[in-house]
């Protein structure tokens, strides 16, 4: 599976550049996606996961309604 990023870098710095690609990388979700493939998860696991981020989910929605009317 091949993963591209680019960063133009036209007269900056460096370290301007690799924060840029560092942001880019980041927010399209690279890191995550390569790790999420680089090792077999087990269908149990996968959907333990999945059931967890969705109690999470849930509970973050609850605490900001809760906010909002209290």
């Known amino acids: 599976m091949p993963i ?4 133009r870098v036209d007269g900056e710095e460096v370290n301007d550049a690799l924060k840029a690609f560092k942001r880019k990388v980041e927010r399209e979700g690279l890191i995550r996606e390569m790790k999420k493939y680089t090792f077999y998860e087990k269908p ?3 959907r ?10 849930q509970l973050k929605l ?7 009317q209290g």
């Open 62 to 68: 609850l605490n900001k309604m809760r906010r909002l």
């Open 44 to 46: 149990t696991e996968a």
């Open 48 to 57: 333990r996961r999945k059931k967890l981020k969705a109690k999470r989910k």
């Open 4 to 7: 591209n990023a680019y960063v």
